[in-house]
């Protein structure tokens, strides 16, 4: 499924930007570390969000446990990853928030200038402001609130109270 989803999405990009494929560490191009970038703050916020929930972030379903490692908060961003990271990064690519100034290649990989850490960070705070409908609630929130709405039926869930499903993005 990879093999066909990074190419797929890398052709969504314009003005000459590309993706191929998905290469984390090093990051090889600007499309693949934005596209890191923005699931490193996706990840830290889950994170901060499950600890408020009551929840341990290092114990996960999906991911692996290992000391460190915020298996919870992986396993979530799973269900808003193509919204929240990737659409972002189309998103600032394609509306030139992302320009290629903004990044520096070299031989370890592609770093980010300062220009781009805001440019990221700011493109990042206000997706995730955007009011989008829920689908468990019918209600208008904001990213930040749908996913906690999740965090609590995970709660209800690891409580015996309801099971889980999933947060689906109704096209």
Known sequence: AAA????????????????VT?????????VNLALSYLATLLTRDIAAMALRQGLHPGFGALHATQDGRPALALDLVEEFRAPLVEGLAVYLFN???LVDGMFHRGDGGTRLWSPGVKALVRGY??????????????????????????LVALVRHVEG???YRAYEMGY
């Open 125 to 150: 705070e206000a997706w995730m402001d955007r009011a989008v409908k829920s689908p468990r609630s019918g209600l208008e929130l904001s990213w930040r609130r749908l996913i906690d709405e999740q």
């Open 95 to 97: 509306n030139r928030m």
């Open 161 to 163: 109270v309801e099971p």
């Open 22 to 30: 998905r290469v984390r560490r090093p990051p090889p191009d600007p």
């Open 4 to 19: 066909l989803y990074w190419p797929a999405l890398g052709l969504c990009l314009e003005h000459g930007w590309r993706l």
